[in-house]
């Protein structure tokens, strides 16, 4: 039988949620939570089956997300936490440092990247630093993530490619993981004019995805 765990929240600590499948390692994290001064556990679960009504309910300030999890994984809990509370910082907390699951997470809008290898002391560390708008990452990671990056490129002009202000706004939430619901609210417009927006954002990046449209502008730096 799966257990998961909630406990009462209290209002001077940093609230946390972990989502980790693994059971040793969930009551691993339980103990280090609960035996350190500034940080109280909210909620620990199995996979992200239940990720909406959860945040919804616990309104976290950190959550630290497995990626490798049965049912529903961490990448699509992250996309669903973006959306519905934007505010949240959620860092991965996982055993890949392939650049697929980096980028995507990255993308999606993880603050964090750290393995599973991180020292306990250094764990606590970065979810202090999330919580204070930092962006912590494995010192392996954060290497892999400005590899991703060219290492000297001519930076390029918005209207290299006659990007609209308007679209260039839209471009750079897009990078920073926001869904078209949360882009049209942050630009107080309709999500129908959204997706006009990003139509001729493809076609003006000759893209065919937001993939592809994250991607170029990241590596072309254009936001």
Request: proline share 4%; net charge neutral; hydrophobic share 45%.
């Amino acid at each position: 039988m799966t257990l998961n765990f909630i406990k009462p929240m209290t209002q001077t600590s940093i609230k946390i949620v972990v989502y980790e499948d693994n059971p040793d390692l969930r009551e691993s994290l339980s103990v280090l939570l609960a035996g350190s001064i500034g940080f109280e556990l909210i909620g620990a679960f199995v996979n992200c089956e239940q990720v909406a009504k959860q945040i919804v309910e616990l309104k976290p300030d950190v959550v630290l997300m497995d990626i490798d999890m049965p049912v529903a994984n961490g990448l699509k809990g992250l996309k669903i936490i973006k959306q519905l509370a934007p505010q949240v910082n959620v860092v991965m907390f996982t055993v890949f440092e392939d650049n697929e699951n980096i980028f995507e997470a990255i993308c999606s809008g993880a603050v964090g990247y750290l393995l599973k290898r991180t020292p306990p002391v250094k764990l606590l560390e970065a979810i202090q630093d999330a919580n204070n708008g930092g962006a912590p990452m494995t010192s392996s990671i954060a290497r892999k993530v400005l590899q991703m990056l060219p290492i000297q490129q001519k930076v390029t002009e918005n209207n290299d490619y006659k990007l609209t202000e308007r679209e260039s706004e839209i471009l750079n939430l897009l990078v920073k993981g926001n869904s078209y619901k949360m882009i049209a609210d942050k630009c107080s417009i309709s999500i129908d004019t959204v997706r006009s927006h990003i139509k001729k954002i493809y076609d003006k990046l000759h893209v065919h995805s937001q993939t592809e449209a994250v991607a170029k502008a990241i590596h072309e730096r254009i936001v």
